[in-house]
């Protein structure tokens, strides 16, 4: 097992549209500030040699291009929302750099929805097995092992679907959550870093929304704690001057450590 520190380099921290959204003349949207510039929600665990990506965005190209990602061991659906799994076909470019499929993780509806949402991928009669990503579907049932490094799923209520966050050694990620269910509480303690939805200042059926947030993550104590799936209510700066010494938004680029 691998101890190596875990680097975390935050692809994209908006919500499904996006910031700015399309024809939106508010603050945010026209904000000079690159931390309000959103691209749709993800990130990249990295340690020794190995990398592994949750979620594939619509922007997956961009945001590879914008962080030097040259390696995705495997990747992690946290669930089907389109604004998390619309680049998948982006991942072929790791089936020629790597020479290999990317095997991929997620929740068994999940990947069922995978197949019926891009149903050309996993079609073995294709005429043109080349210009196809090839993947390796694993079903989640507990923790799993990818390079070296255990990875332990965290079941989360995002409205009424069940959906998944992940813990790597003390740093977890729990995007599109509006509710944790009890037994997924031990799951997150000790955190050195937390990355939680917070999707924008008034309440919403299926995201915390900031004030939720903030009391979610004082629950849970990590040592800092990021938001992210960020919509275009929240002004970066603004925003983030007024909350707790110990929490901060993410935004496109941010990297740190853990361990
Ligand atoms: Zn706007
Ligand atoms: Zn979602
Ligand atoms: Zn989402």
């Given at each position: 097992m691998s101890a190596a520190p875990l680097t975390i380099t935050v692809l994209g921290s908006g919500t499904s549209h996006g910031v700015p959204m399309i024809g939106c003349d508010c603050d945010v949207c026209r904000s000079d500030d690159p931390r309000d510039l959103r691209t749709r929600p993800s990130i990249v665990v990295s340690w020794d040699e190995a990398s592994v990506l949750i979620d594939t965005t619509p922007e997956l190209r961009l945001q590879c291009l914008a962080n030097d990602i040259r390696r995705v061991d495997a990747v992690l659906y946290t669930h089907y929302h389109i604004d998390h799994v619309a680049g998948l076909d982006d991942l072929r470019r790791f089936n020629w750099l790597q020479e290999a499929p990317v095997p991929v993780y997620a929740q068994t509806d999940t990947l069922d929805r995978l197949q019926s949402m891009f149903p050309y991928v996993f079609d073995r009669e294709s005429q043109q097995p080349s210009a196809i990503p090839k993947l390796d579907l694993h079903a989640i049932d507990g923790s799993f092992e990818v390079a070296g490094r255990s990875i332990t799923p965290i079941p989360l209520l995002h409205g009424t679907m069940p959906v998944l966050g992940f813990r790597f050694g003390n740093f977890a990620y729990c995007t599109d959550v509006s509710e944790i269910p009890g037994a997924s509480w031990p799951l997150l303690e000790n955190l050195d870093v937390l990355i939680l939805d917070a999707l924008r200042l008034k309440p919403h059926p299926t995201h915390f929304n900031l004030e939720q947030a903030i009391d979610h993550a004082r629950r849970i104590g990590a040592r800092q704690t990021y938001f992210t799936?960020?919509?275009?209510?929240?002004?970066h700066a603004q925003v983030e001057a007024d909350l707790p010494d110990d929490m901060l938004i993410a935004y496109d680029g941010l990297e740190f450590q853990s361990q």
């Open positions: 799936h960020i919509a275009h209510e929240i002004g």
